[in-house]
T-cell receptor, first 114, second 117 residues
Framework: AQSVSQHNHHVILSEAASLELGCNYSYGGTVNLFWYVQYPGQHLQLLLKYFSGDPLVKGIKGFEAEFIKSKFSFNLRKPSVQWSDTAEYFCAVNTKAAGNKLTFGGGTRVLVKP | EPEVTQTPSHQVTQMGQEVILRCVPISNHLYFYWYRQILGQKVEFLVSFYNNEISEKSEIFDDQFSVERPDGSNFTLKIRSTKLEDSAMYFC???????????????FGPGTRLTVL
């Protein structure tokens, strides 16, 4: 069965700082990878996804993520954060073997100080 | 933009009572899901539903749980006899099917916070 781990539980940054959130998964076969964001009081929203092709994917709100197959990683990045990026970020995977259910990481709470 | 909606936003119940959590998926979506997140823990898959039947369920989804699509728009999760450990945020999600792309995005609702006393 697949699993997902996110390295940081909490991250505190100042505005304009760069953000990188780690995500590693364990699964030996083909995976589809997702980053979801949950702003305070709101529902989970998709930031970006990777199915195949270019391992560097760009999402909404200036976020990008890089799939490194050899490292089983799918880290999320943003070069310059804003106060409005304060949220919880979830990495998730699904696999053909596991059907279409999503397996989530534990989430990373990001606080951007103005 | 179409959204998944869930009601109620917060449900408080006594242990042993039945609860029904309701979801209205996006109208042209055909796959439906329930996930839950116990406070401080990961979001966990409970069940997926397609073509009026369960397509997959987790070990969490025992006989106390059931899902139904009673009227073609609502998608409900019933917990027959709630336990303290059922306290969690319950998320509904739906997905449009696309030929050749079975892993497209799941759209999530805002969640129902269930508190079992």
């Amino acid at each position: 069965a697949q699993s997902v781990s996110q390295h940081n539980h909490h991250v505190i940054l100042s505005e304009a700082a760069s953000l990188e959130l780690g995500c590693n998964y364990s699964y030996g076969g083909t995976v589809n990878l997702f980053w979801y964001v949950q702003y305070p009081g709101q529902h989970l929203q998709l930031l970006l996804k990777y199915f195949s092709g270019d391992p560097l994917v760009k999402g909404i709100k200036g976020f990008e993520a890089e799939f490194i197959k050899s490292k089983f990683s799918f880290n999320l990045r943003k070069p310059s954060v804003q106060w409005s990026d304060t949220a919880e970020y979830f990495c998730a995977v699904n696999t053909k073997a596991a059907g279409n259910k999503l397996t989530f990481g534990g989430g990373t709470r990001v606080l951007v100080k103005p | 933009e179409p959204e998944v909606t869930q009601t109620p936003s917060h449900q408080v119940t006594q242990m042993g009572q039945e609860v029904i959590l309701r979801c209205v998926p996006i109208s042209n979506h055909l796959y439906f899901y329930w996930y839950r997140q116990i406070l401080g823990q990961k979001v966990e898959f409970l069940v997926s539903f397609y073509n009026n039947e369960i397509s997959e369920k987790s070990e969490i989804f025992d006989d106390q749980f059931s899902v139904e699509r009673p009227d073609g728009s609502n998608f409900t999760l019933k917990i027959r006899s709630t336990k303290l450990e059922d306290s969690a945020m319950y998320f509904c999600a739906s997905r449009e099917t696309q030929t050749g792309n079975p892993y497209n995005e799941q759209f999530f609702g805002p969640g129902t916070r269930l508190t079992v006393l």
